[in-house]
């Protein structure tokens, strides 16, 4: 079924430790996203890439990096992890712009 | 920032209510979609609407991007329709989110 795969689907990490999220699209889209959803936050933006080869910030980028080496994978990279790091976080794509978003199914991320 | 603001934060009714979301935005949008989260957590699409109107079903939803607002409509609401509504705008390549609102529909 193509979409998009996200791993892991959770992951208890200590503070300090590195991790990487790993995203995956088969649908060929340009852009792709990452989010992370908090407890009466919503969902916020991390990074984001328009086409491969392009990243930019989002509203909440520090302590997170991201690449994008290809069209389907889009990776966030916890370098030193923190308790506050802990959240849901949600990979998502869209074909160009702004259309048919499309979201991953989550990775819950507890930094103890 | 843009800023992106819905209302209600929580809304409880009782199964076949009607019910009426409102999402504004502090500037001019490219796009407008609304989404649904279930409560497993899993995001998904509704409606694509930059502006005017559009109906799925039960639900429907208005985006009148010159005043700054969009509307989703809920009719004979069903307990499956709980969960998380958010509307997500699109401007200056990034996408925004509302924090959303919590409906529970009660059998």
């Known amino acids: 079924t193509a979409g998009i795969t996200q791993a892991p689907t959770s992951q208890i990490l200590a503070a300090g430790r590195s991790m990487t999220l790993r995203c995956t699209q088969d649908?060929?889209?340009?852009?792709m996203y990452w989010y992370r959803q908090d407890l009466g936050l919503g969902l916020r933006l991390i990074h984001y890439?328009?086409?491969?080869?392009?990243?930019g910030k989002g509203e909440v980028p520090d302590g997170y990096s991201v690449s994008r080496a290809n069209t389907d994978d889009f990776p966030l990279t916890l370098a030193s992890a923190v308790p506050s790091q802990t959240s849901v976080y949600f990979c998502?794509?869209?074909?160009?712009?702004?259309?048919?978003?499309?979201f991953g199914s989550g990775t819950r991320l507890t930094v103890v | 920032g843009i800023q992106v603001e819905q209302s209600p934060p929580d809304l409880i009714l009782q199964e076949g209510a009607n019910s009426t979301l409102r999402c504004n935005f502090s500037?001019?949008?490219?796009?407008l979609q609304w989404f649904h989260q279930n409560p497993w957590g899993q995001l998904i699409n509704l409606f694509y609407?930059?502006?005017g109107t559009k109906q799925n079903g039960r639900l429907s939803a208005t985006t009148v991007a010159t005043e700054r607002y969009s509307l989703l409509y809920i009719s004979s609401s069903q307990t499956t329709d709980s969960g998380v509504y958010f509307c997500?705008?699109?401007?200056?390549?990034?996408?925004?989110f509302g924090k959303g609102t919590r409906l529970h529909i009660l059998p």
């Open positions: 998502a794509s869209s074909p160009q712009g702004y259309a048919g978003y499309t």
């Open positions: 890439s328009n086409t491969a080869g392009t990243t």
């Open positions: 500037d001019s949008v490219n796009n």
């Open positions: 649908m060929r889209h340009n852009a």
């Open positions: 609407i930059p502006s």
């Open positions: 997500a705008v699109y401007r200056d390549d990034k996408i925004i």
